[in-house]
């Protein structure tokens, strides 16, 4: 890849840009440490991407982006059909892992446990309560494609209920209330297929949201986690289990709970976990023996086009061509024969 120019897409359109803005700061500095070519692509409402593109003439993305816009497979599809290699995963990967409703559906046709659920729209408001029926407090509360847990609430009655979802719906048209789980949060960072390890994450408020993400000294992290090695490997099975369900590539972080009743729940797979020098994903590959510059060049090695579009389309050419015409290309040989 040395050879190669490679742009860090960072910034985007979603509550995560700042967070995005660190994890492209500190992968590119990485990665210029080591002697690649690299170039900083920082996209807003103002900017473009497709124009930052073209402008840049990249050989290669690497994709520091978070949220909507930029972790559901939007950014992925423009860089599937512009040709440019990508960190990460697929489109598909990246829209279902995204959408905490769809996700769900999966890991339960894969038997993947996870929390009870149900779905809620602004034409469910007027009988919330009778579609919260039995399903019992405390719950959580969350937008349906929102990372970062921005949106997320736990609520202990009707009252709090509405709240929660009405600001989920303002952030997104449908919201996902989730059956709260007394549990040990468990988070597994997985390289191509690979399963790096496993931290613990004790947020000091008792809930994982925005705040105890971002705020300093307001969530302790161990690791490895505080449960018996027999349960880590129960949860390390689980989470790459998930994670092949929805089909992820490259580097990936899947986040679950653990109970006293010996139960693992999944609670989603982030497609573009944080990489910033102190991000969870890089403190478990630090564990692991990986440090943050060859993790940085490990997920950059595993760039890839996922969708075939380019291949596709030197096939149709191959094929359009004279007859007995030896059509080569970068990613295949092709032979066209009379007849």
């Given at each position: 890849?040395?050879?190669k120019?490679?742009?860090?897409?960072?910034?985007?359109l979603?509550?995560?840009?700042?967070?995005s803005m660190?994890?492209g700061?500190?992968?590119?500095?990485?990665?210029e440490?080591?002697?690649?070519?690299v170039?900083?692509?920082v996209?807003?409402?103002?900017?473009?991407?497709?124009v930052?593109?073209?402008?840049s003439?990249?050989?290669?993305?690497?994709?520091a982006?978070?949220?909507?816009?930029?972790?559901d497979?939007?950014v992925?599809?423009?860089?599937?059909?512009?040709?440019i290699?990508?960190?990460?995963?697929?489109?598909?990967?990246?829209a279902?892992?995204?959408?905490?409703l769809?996700?769900?559906e999966?890991?339960?046709?894969?038997?993947?446990?996870?929390?009870?659920?149900?779905?809620?729209?602004a034409?469910d408001?007027?009988?919330?309560?009778?579609?919260?029926?039995?399903?019992?407090?405390p719950?959580?509360?969350?937008?349906?494609?929102?990372?970062?847990?921005?949106?997320?609430?736990?609520?202990?009655?009707?009252?709090?209920l509405?709240?929660?979802?009405?600001?989920?719906?303002?952030?997104d048209s449908c919201?996902?209330v989730?059956r709260?789980?007394?549990g040990?949060e468990?988070?597994v960072?997985?390289?191509d297929?690979?399963?790096?390890?496993?931290?613990?994450v004790?947020?000091?408020?008792?809930?994982?949201d925005y705040?105890?993400k971002?705020?300093?000294g307001?969530?302790d992290?161990?690791?490895?986690?505080?449960?018996?090695?027999?349960r880590?490997?129960?949860?390390?099975?689980?989470?790459?289990r998930?994670?092949?369900a929805?089909?992820c590539?490259?580097?990936?972080?899947?986040?679950?709970l653990v109970?006293?009743g010996q139960?693992?729940?999944?609670?989603?797979v982030?497609?573009?976990?944080?990489?910033?020098?102190?991000s969870l994903?890089?403190k478990?590959?630090?564990a692991a023996?990986?440090d943050?510059?060859?993790?940085c060049?490990?997920?950059?090695?595993?760039?890839?086009?996922h969708?075939?579009?380019?291949?596709?389309?030197e096939?149709?050419?191959a094929?359009?061509?004279?007859?007995?015409?030896?059509?080569?290309t970068?990613?295949?040989?092709?032979?066209?024969?009379?007849?």
């Amino acid at each position: 890849m040395k050879n190669k120019r490679v742009g860090v897409l960072m910034g985007g359109l979603s509550a995560e840009r700042d967070v995005s803005m660190k994890t492209g700061a500190g992968v590119a500095s990485a990665l210029e440490a080591r002697g690649y070519d690299v170039e900083r692509i920082v996209f807003g409402p103002n900017a473009p991407l497709d124009v930052a593109l073209r402008k840049s003439r990249i050989d290669v993305a690497f994709v520091a982006l978070h949220g909507r816009g930029g972790e559901d497979g939007c950014v992925q599809g423009l860089l599937e059909l512009m040709g440019i290699p990508y960190t990460g995963s697929s489109v598909l990967a990246s829209a279902l892992a995204m959408d905490k409703l769809k996700a769900k559906e999966l890991f339960r046709l894969h038997n993947v446990q996870t929390p009870p659920y149900y779905a809620v729209t602004a034409n469910d408001l007027h009988d919330l309560t009778d579609l919260h029926g039995s399903f019992g407090f405390p719950a959580i509360v969350k937008p349906r494609s929102e990372g970062s847990s921005v949106g997320l609430a736990k609520v202990t009655n009707e009252a709090e209920l509405r709240a929660a979802v009405e600001v989920a719906l303002s952030l997104d048209s449908c919201a996902i209330v989730e059956r709260f789980i007394n549990g040990t949060e468990i988070h597994v960072g997985i390289l191509d297929g690979r399963v790096l390890g496993a931290i613990e994450v004790a947020p000091k408020s008792g809930l994982y949201d925005y705040a105890a993400k971002y705020t300093a000294g307001a969530t302790d992290y161990i690791l490895p986690p505080r449960i018996a090695a027999t349960r880590v490997r129960g949860v390390l099975n689980l989470a790459e289990r998930a994670a092949r369900a929805l089909g992820c590539h490259g580097a990936c972080r899947v986040d679950l709970l653990v109970t006293e009743g010996q139960n693992e729940y999944v609670l989603e797979v982030n497609t573009l976990p944080g990489m910033t020098p102190t991000s969870l994903l890089p403190k478990i590959a630090d564990a692991a023996g990986i440090d943050y510059g060859n993790l940085c060049e490990m997920i950059l090695s595993s760039a890839t086009l996922h969708a075939g579009l380019h291949r596709s389309a030197e096939v149709r050419t191959a094929v359009a061509a004279p007859t007995s015409e030896v059509v080569r290309t970068t990613a295949t040989t092709l032979r066209v024969v009379n007849g």
